[in-house]
């Protein structure tokens, strides 16, 4: 089935040849200049992947991101001609999977987005369900239980319970926390947490990694108010076991 995206830009030179290139993919496009048009494509059809640009005439692109996470959970991607790192990291805690700064190649945004996709395509794949696992899959699947108290990590499923609690985790979140899981005791820096959970890990920013860490504790002291993420100054974070 041909892939479906939703452009959201209101400046036609930059909207109209990114356009013809995602066309060239074999893509369909609908591209919409303001936000309520774009809520309202939304509403009456389904989309593959949204690419959204922040400066709206009538809506700010953050605002809009979060309207569409009320209802919608489809992959999205920011344009951004701000170079505000607090800003960038504001767009990727709202729930955006990537983000490119302008000026950009629309080369680059066709990546990004196959790389969303694979990457989706790989956590459906590894969160198949059981009665369909072939028999090698099943062997498999045993490996990706992590167990150790209080945590119980199914990397099949992507999710993870600490205290026996299911985390509501964003998908960065998830990533480091499974990450660190895996290696416990172990301390990584924030470049290595970065090449292993983003996908364009040279375009982040370090300062990405201690804001999500930061969100994550959050997120584990409403469950308890162990502290399992260590900070190690200088060097970056390690989970205790």
Known sequence: MQKMILLVEDEAAIAEPLQYAL??????????????????????????????????PD?????????????????????????DEIERIIGIEIGADDYCGKPFSPREIISRIKAIWRRMELTAANGQHPDKLTQT???????????????YADLNRYQIKYHGQLLQLTRYEAGLLLF??????????RIQLMQQVWEHPDHSLERTVDTHIKSLRQKLKLVSDDEPIT????LGYSLKR
Do not use: Y
């Open 23 to 56: 066309k060239r993919e074999n893509w369909q496009v609908l591209w919409f200049t303001t936000a309520i048009d774009a809520l309202n494509a939304l509403a009456q059809q389904k989309f593959d992947f949204i690419i959204l640009d922040v400066g709206l």
């Open 231 to 234: 900070t190690h100054r200088g």
């Open 180 to 189: 660190l899981l895996k290696h416990p005791e172990q301390v990584f820096s």
């Open 59 to 83: 809506m700010d692109g953050f605002e809009l991101c979060r309207k569409i996470r009320q209802h919608w959970q489809t992959p999205l991607l920011f344009l951004t001609a701000r170079n």
């Open 137 to 151: 899959q099943a062997t498999e699947s045993h490996e990706k239980i992590i167990e150790f108290s209080p945590w």
